[in-house]
């Protein structure tokens, strides 16, 4: 069986470990720093595998030890934005939590793949590769399998088609700068730019940018978890049975979309062996300045974060 260690058991933390268990993909470890709630969460969580007919072993612990061996490490530890706050705000505070949870996770696993959830999530990622000094390839931040499934889920809402025929590409930083890419977005491969009216799609377009503030708005208190963590289990699937998956993913820059010393949401294919390949679409004029937009914002935060630690 695979393992995979999740870091802040958490909302998404947590409930990354319902979706996974549900796959039957790898035996879990449920990691954070409050004593007992890892416990009695993967206690309870077990406690659900007879009834859904899962073998899966999932343990919860305040302890990295226990983390030995994973072949994915899981990263959410760490603060969720609250309404008005930004997420660069979280910037210092969860840089230090992540800072350890990835350096700590290495030192037992140090095969791992890691995926990085935390916010300022392209910084977050950023700084874990820094610190763990891993190649590209295996730390991955999640952002875009997100955003796409929140702007696929607007489109199914407004054309009444189902999501499966639905794809649709965010790329960019994960922050209101996103790019939802109209022209690749298509159903049944039809563009959405030919399906939908305008107006429409520009309501989509918008509403995707601001869909984690619209659930922290509504919530009052914490953030999305459900699709968050759903995301992470997809990509958890397509690295643990080498599905070759294309989906947009943060990953380090090294030259593509004109990009260097970044993390930032392309498309990248997802095995074994962490990310296989990059993909460089074909931007028209608009596209390229909207994506070079979102890399300033994103530099800009990567450029806070150097200035607070030293990597
Ligand atoms: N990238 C994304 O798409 C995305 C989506 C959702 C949430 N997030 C981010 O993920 C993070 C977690 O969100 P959440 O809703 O699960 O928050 P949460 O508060 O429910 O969970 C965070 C957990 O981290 C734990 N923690 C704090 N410090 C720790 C440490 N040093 N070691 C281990 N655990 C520690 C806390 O005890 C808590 O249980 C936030 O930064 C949030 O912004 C990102």
């Known amino acids: 069986m695979n393992k995979i260690s999740i870091i802040g058991a958490g909302m998404t933390g947590a409930t990354a470990a319902h979706w996974l268990a549900e796959r039957e993909l790898a035996d879990l470890v449920l990691v954070d720093v409050v004593e007992g709630m890892p416990q009695g ?6 406690e659900a595998m007879p009834i ?7 343990v919860g612990t305040n302890d990295y030890a226990a983390t030995k061996n994973s072949d994915i490490i899981i990263i959410t530890a760490g603060i969720a934005r609250k309404p008005g706050m930004s997420r660069d705000d979280l910037l210092k505070t969860n840089a230090d939590i992540v800072g350890k949870a990835a350096t700590e996770t290495l ?9 990085v959830l935390t916010n300022p999530l392209d910084t977050m990622a950023y700084l874990t590769m820094r610190m763990t000094k891993l190649p590209r390839e295996r730390v991955i931040g999640q952002a875009g399998v997100l955003d796409s499934a929140r702007m696929r889920a607007f489109v199914a ?4 088609v189902s999501v499966e025929n639905i794809q649709c590409y965010v790329l960019g930083g994960h922050g209101d700068k996103m790019v939802p890419l109209t022209r690749q977005s298509n159903i049944a491969g039809i563009s959405l730019k030919d399906y939908l009216p ?7 377009v918008n509403r995707t940018r601001k869909g984690g503030g619209e659930i922290v708005n509504l919530l009052k208190t914490g953030s999305a978890y459900y699709a968050p963590s759903a995301a992470c289990a997809q990509m958890a699937e397509a690295i643990l049975k080498d599905k070759h998956l294309i989906v947009p993913c943060a990953a380090h820059m090294e030259g593509e979309y004109g990009l260097k ?11 074994r062996k962490g990310i296989e390949r990059i993909i460089e679409y074909k931007l ?12 300033a914002s994103v530099k800009e935060t990567h450029d806070a974060l150097k200035n607070l630690v030293t990597l």
């Open 261 to 271: 010393d970044m993390f930032f949401g392309v498309p990248v294919q997802l095995g």
């Open 107 to 115: 030192k037992y696993s140090p095969d791992a793949i890691f995926i």
């Open 157 to 160: 809402m407004e054309s009444g």
């Open 52 to 58: 859904i007919g899962k073998d899966v072993e999932i």
């Open 198 to 204: 305008a107006d429409k799609l520009e309501a989509i």
């Open 284 to 295: 028209d004029a608009d596209e390229k300045a909207a994506l070079d937009k979102s890399a």
């Open 41 to 46: 969460k993967a206690l309870d969580m077990a």
